[in-house]
């Protein structure tokens, strides 16, 4: 019998990975010209120990860069159109964003919006990038989110009241840098946030149906890092091998899921996170284990399967061996119901202060590429027994 290989193709930016990379940014940045504007956040500025430095490197080095310092809220349209004027009229060199997934978003938006042309709501529509953006140097100082390495950014439109993405190679990031240490500053609830949205993505790239080969083994990797490491970092913020290896296993997710999308949890988070202002991460972790529970009921093989292997590897090896693949299944659903209160954080909907009323509208919403590649297939039916389920 031939088995079916599943063709792919892989995308990633060049990835430098390594404890105390902050002080290779310059050269890294210098490479691409001797003019550059730097995009942060107001937190990273005033308690990065790494910052001054930085700066100063870059003067002594004769680079000259351009600050904009805003606040970590979520990035809209207007903001984007804004900055890459801005880079339109000063011409730089290359774009350097340093902070969590909403500056990167924002600075990858702006940097590829400003070598085409058009607003970028309109390339929310699915338009497509034409020329290459400026060059762009993603900083995470958050391990989850995964801008650093996706193809998209998540805007806001406010015109529309909708979280829509703007997709492109074009603006995806030239160099990721990845330091353990610029995420140590991060409290506890923001390494409880982004850890979930981490390891949500990678679960949910792991049964999707565009997962590929390739994208399975980074996955695979990714839980492992993450489960092992998560609790930890949330519990001592300066264990460097706990964020060490929660950086590690963002930085697999999203190899993973840029390579082989998302699901119904994704699917969910961008309405539910516009209409009730609530963290993306936190709405990704609570949804998780529900709809694990929904996806594990459509019996399908492959996922039962991989979900058997979560199982497996979340509750360790310690005479389990014959258990079933529904049985190590349904473990791993209730093992991230334990996660999530082990950081005490609520395990349902209503925990986020949802209620039933709100279900139509965020149904209404709840459409797009992540729920298209969902291993179960959904109907407005099936999704609203989730929600109802899950409150
Ligand atoms: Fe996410």
Redesign the pocket.
């Known amino acids: 019998m031939t088995m079916e290989f599943k063709p792919f193709t892989f995308r990633s930016p060049r990835i430098v990975f390594k404890r105390s990379s902050w002080k290779d940014i310059t050269k890294i940045c210098e490479e691409f010209g001797k003019k550059g504007l730097l995009i942060t956040g107001n937190t990273v500025k005033t308690k990065s120990g790494a910052f001054p430095e930085i700066m100063n490197e870059f003067t002594s080095k004769g680079v000259a860069v351009a600050e904009i310092i805003r606040e970590g809220k979520e990035p809209t349209t207007r903001e984007v159109d804004a900055i890459a004027s801005t880079i339109k009229k000063d011409g730089y060199d290359w774009i350097l964003g340093i902070g969590g997934g909403s500056t990167l978003d924002l600075a990858k938006a702006a940097s590829g919006l400003a070598r085409n042309e058009g607003s970028s709501a309109d390339y929310q529509g699915g338009k497509d990038l034409v020329r290459d953006g400026v060059p762009f140097i993603a900083v995470p100082t958050t391990a989850g ?1 995964g801008s650093e390495i996706t193809n998209n950014a998540v805007l806001i439109n406010e015109e529309k009241r909708l979280k829509l993405s703007i997709r492109g190679d074009k603006m995806m990031a030239r160099v990721a840098v990845f330091d353990p240490v610029l995420t140590r500053s991060m409290p506890p609830q923001v390494t409880a946030y982004t850890g979930l ?1 981490a390891l ?2 990678a679960i949910e790239a792991y049964v999707s149906k565009a997962s590929n080969p390739m994208a399975d083994l980074l996955a695979e990797r990714a839980i492992e890092a993450i489960w092992g490491s998560l609790f930890n970092a949330f519990r001592n913020g300066n264990d460097l091998n706990a964020r060490e290896q929660m950086l590690y296993g963002s930085l697999l997710s999203a190899l993973a899921f840029s390579n082989a999308k998302l699901g119904a949890v ?1 699917g969910f ?1 961008h309405p539910i996170g516009v209409l009730h202002a609530i963290p ?1 991460g936190l709405i ?1 972790g609570v949804l998780l284990p529900h709809v694990m529970r929904f996806n594990l009921a459509g019996n399908i093989h492959d996922v039962t399967r991989k979900y058997g292997w979560i199982g497996r590897k979340m509750i360790g090896k310690s005479g389990r061996e014959s258990l079933s693949d529904v049985e190590l299944a349904n473990m791993a659903i209730n093992s991230i119901f334990d996660l999530l209160e082990s950081m005490r954080l609520p395990t349902r909907l209503a925990g986020l202060g949802l209620k039933a009323d709100d279900f139509p509208a965020i149904l209404d919403e709840t459409k797009g590429s992540s729920l298209q590649n969902n291993p179960r297939d959904t109907s407005r039916e099936l999704l609203e027994k989730i929600l109802k389920d899950a409150l």
Do not use: F, G, L, M
Request: proline share 0%.
């Open positions: 989110t949205d949500t993505q994704h988070a993306h990704c």
